[in-house]
């Protein structure tokens, strides 16, 4: 049976971790050095994306200061960003969970970056919006619980 978004969302713990993050672009030759960062970097959350046309590395604002020197050509992104996980188990096979959460942050004017691991979605916020995005997806959650 495919799991139903909106029934994963209702049922889902919202997690945000209370550090800011860094969203730093590379040219797509620097993945070695990106993977680098990423090995020493700990525990925290981190990600590297890879694509055709650059590599892409988030992690925590605060550390990214002590990894930029071995990042050549690196771009910042100016605004720091915040965390939100949607913890719980997501099947691949679940249809239109991140349409229900970005439908309603863009009708709120929230951007997102999103974000998948292998279980779990994550968005990145503008830590300016983090607190209403949390606040639009709790009640989103609280509506979702009642009327079902």
């Given at each position: 049976m495919?799991?139903?978004?909106?029934?994963?969302?209702?049922q889902c713990k919202l997690y945000?971790?209370?550090?800011?993050?860094?969203?730093?672009?590379?040219?797509?030759?620097?993945?070695?050095a990106a993977a680098g960062v990423i090995a020493e970097f700990g525990d925290a959350f981190s990600?590297?994306?890879?694509?055709?046309?650059?590599?892409?590395?988030?992690?925590?604002?605060d550390a990214w200061s002590g990894?930029?020197?071995?990042?050549?050509d690196h771009r910042v992104a100016q605004d720091t960003y915040r965390l939100i996980t949607?913890?719980?188990?997501?099947?691949m096979s679940v249809v239109g969970f991140m349409a229900l959460?970005?439908?309603?942050?863009?009708?709120?004017?929230?951007?997102?970056?999103?974000?998948?691991?292998?279980?779990?979605?994550?968005?990145?916020v503008n830590a300016d919006q983090v607190e209403s995005a949390l606040s639009i997806l709790?009640?989103?959650q609280t509506s979702l619980q009642q009327h079902s």
């Open positions: 495919i799991a139903n978004a909106q029934h994963l969302l209702a945000s971790d209370p550090h800011d993050y860094a969203v730093i672009s590379l040219p797509a030759r620097a993945i070695m990600a590297v994306i890879v694509d055709k046309d650059e590599v892409t590395v988030i992690l925590l604002a990894f930029a020197a071995r990042l050549p949607f913890d719980i188990e997501l099947d959460v970005s439908s309603a942050l863009a009708d709120a004017g929230i951007s997102i970056l999103p974000l998948a691991s292998f279980t779990r979605d994550h968005l990145l709790r009640r989103m």
